[in-house]
């Protein structure tokens, strides 16, 4: 499978900072966001169908997101 994502990804970077969990529910996908803040992630991107986690200190931290980019994340631990 080709890799996906932008250059700078959390994903890429020689020791990987990052993981995308599937959320085949709303319900579970906020219960995912809300645990992944107690526990101690500061940036938390959030899909429809998938939360991104990552603990990349070279980024902004205490940040959520939406996809596609830019958009506003349907629920925000951080706010």
Same mark, same amino acid.
């Given at each position: 499978?080709?890799? %996906?994502?932008?250059? !700078?990804? /959390? ?7 990052? @993981?995308d ?7 579970? %996908? !906020?219960?995912?966001v809300v645990a @992944?803040?107690l526990?101690?992630?500061? %940036?938390? =991107?959030? =899909?429809?169908?998938?939360v991104?986690?990552?603990n990349? @200190?070279?980024? /902004?931290?205490?940040v959520?997101? =939406?996809?596609?980019? =830019? ?9």
């Amino acid at each position: 499978m080709p890799e %996906r994502g932008v250059s !700078n990804s /959390s994903h890429k970077i020689p020791t990987c900072k990052a @993981a995308d969990i599937h959320t085949p529910t709303k319900a579970i %996908r !906020n219960k995912i966001v809300v645990a @992944a803040k107690l526990v101690g992630f500061k %940036r938390i =991107g959030v =899909g429809n169908t998938f939360v991104h986690l990552d603990n990349d @200190a070279a980024k /902004s931290q205490y940040v959520a997101w =939406g996809y596609p980019k =830019g958009t506003k994340p349907a629920i925000n631990p951080f706010v």
